[in-house]
């Protein structure tokens, strides 16, 4: 939920996330960010909304579905994606970001990893920027979330993860392995140190635990189900699992168009574990998953007593 900043009243279990000149309220009902692809090779929706007109369209059935943030991506990162210039990214996002911030329903997020390309959008207006170098590929990307005031959404990226392997004293390719979550704790907090030191208050940043990007698919499963593990890093946590190759990997090599059933799963056992955002192409979907399973956990932390 969007709020007015110079309207803010203190609510208990409840943290805001400053955005520019938007507050999104954290830790009551689930916050669904929409996926908007201007791409024509993303894995899922490539090519169905590259022109401005239908990824606005797009974005508005999105909001009007129940998303309170829209993710606007013009660079696939799927598995093998050939990267296109930043100019050719600004070319894409742009124009697209304007006419939503115009529009004023929903905050307004990049999904890009390139400066200029996040500077482009902050231009236009864009309110987060959701990088998944989690600020570690590029020092500018934090400057110049602390420019701007934007949020960040600092996704973990650590390249040799996949060689990890999960028991204390193991070892994999020569490398000695603490708990994967403790692993991944240490590195999101590397990347919390950079947006400290570039001015981006921990009151602007979420974590995502980076599912699919450098990771086996048992890593995945197992990272899904100890999200709440990353809790001692303080920071809100969004998890992005829609469609992607764990689901069909789990449901015995599904495509990615029949994978909307371990979307929803992933969803649910997110909110349960009390992640407050949820990265998803089918909007309103999993905004109905959400909130069922939110008013379940809900009423089981807080029961009734007759």
Known sequence: MTIDPNNLVSVPGVRLWRCRERVIELGGAPVIMG???VTPDSFFDGGKHALRESAVAQAERMVADGAGIVDVGGQSTRPGFVEISAEEEIARVVPVIEALVRLGKAVVSIDTY?????????EAGA??????????????????????????????????????VRRPGDTAHGIAVVDLIERMKMWLARSLEI??????????VVLDPGIGFFKTQEQNLEIMGRLAGLRGLGCPLLLGASRKSVIGHVLGGQPVEDRLEGTLATTT???????????????????RAARMASAIRAQSLHPFHS
């Open 35 to 37: 996926i908007l692809n």
């Open 114 to 122: 390139k400066p200029a390309v996040a500077r482009a959008a902050l």
């Open 127 to 164: 309110q987060v920027v959701n990088d998944v170098h989690g600020l570690q590929g590029a020092p500018e990307m934090a400057r110049l979330a602390g420019e701007y005031g934007a949020a960040v959404v600092a996704m973990h990226h650590d390249e040799r993860f996949r060689d990890y």
């Open 195 to 204: 947006a400290a030191e570039a001015g981006v208050t921990a009151e602007r």
């Open 269 to 287: 056992l997110a909110v349960w574990q009390g992640v407050e955002i949820v990265r998803v192409h089918d909007v309103a979907a999993n905004v």
